[in-house]
């Protein structure tokens, strides 16, 4: 069965880069598509954008200018980049593999952007 | 941006009873492609129906789920004391995937 666990620091300052790796065992990264989904303190979950394994790629409109998911088959991992972040990028992060829907899910992980 | 709306916000209920949580989408949802997840505090969301019907692999039958076009509903028939959750709708038929607002199911 596959498990997905999130890494990455848990505080990031305003302005910078929030960047989270997922790692993904019990089953190759080939073949499948990869996203990353986040949910604010007490708001709804909203989907940031996928990736295939090949490496094609598809944002939420509203955060593509400042979204980079990346792969690395080799380490069964793939990243996400969330550049200039404010308050608003506060929240719980999950990643998940694809399947039309959200198939399999990482427990989440807890970023705050403050300074 | 296809919007989903859930209703009712929260769904108060004793076990035993059945629950009728309702997704309605802004535009129609292409292929039917709508999925229910279910999830409890400080947990991922659980994949329960996938493309408006088809229960994920290990879900009880008493979750189904039924819709097409802009209305969806998920009905759970006999409540268990595991399934007072949160629940979310969310449509993956455009390119722009969107999740709804969330059902509480509390026990009442």
């Known amino acids: 069965q596959v498990q997905l666990q999130e890494s990455g620091p848990g505080l990031v300052k305003p302005s910078e880069t929030l960047s989270l790796t997922c790692t993904v065992s019990?089953?190759?990264?080939?073949?499948?598509?990869w996203s990353w989904i986040r949910q604010p303190p007490g708001k709804r979950l909203e989907w940031i954008g996928y990736?295939?394994?090949?490496?094609?790629?598809n944002y939420n409109p509203s955060l593509k200018s400042r979204v980079t998911i990346s792969v690395d088959t080799s380490k069964n991992q793939f990243s996400l980049k969330l550049r200039s972040v404010t308050a608003a990028d506060t929240a719980v992060y999950y990643c998940?593999?694809?399947?039309?829907?959200?198939?399999?899910w990482g427990q989440g992980t807890l970023v705050t952007v403050s300074s | 941006e296809i919007v989903l709306t859930q209703s009712p916000g929260t769904l108060s209920l004793s076990p035993g009873e059945r629950a009728t949580l309702s997704c309605r989408a802004s535009q129609s949802v292409g292929g039917s492609y709508l999925a229910w997840y279910q999830q409890k505090p400080g947990q991922a969301p659980r994949l329960l129906i996938h493309g408006a019907s088809i229960r994920a692999t290990g879900i009880p039958d008493r979750f189904s789920g039924s819709g097409s076009g802009t209305d969806f509903t998920l009905t759970i028939s006999r409540l268990e004391p595991e399934d007072f959750a949160v629940y979310y709708c969310?449509?993956?038929?455009?390119?722009?995937?969107?999740f709804g607002q969330g059902t509480k199911v509390e026990i009442k």
């Open positions: 019990g089953g190759s990264i080939s073949n499948y598509y």
């Open positions: 969310q449509q993956y038929g455009s390119s722009l995937w969107t």
């Open positions: 998940a593999r694809v399947q039309g829907s959200f198939d399999a």
């Open positions: 990736i295939y394994y090949s490496g094609s790629t």
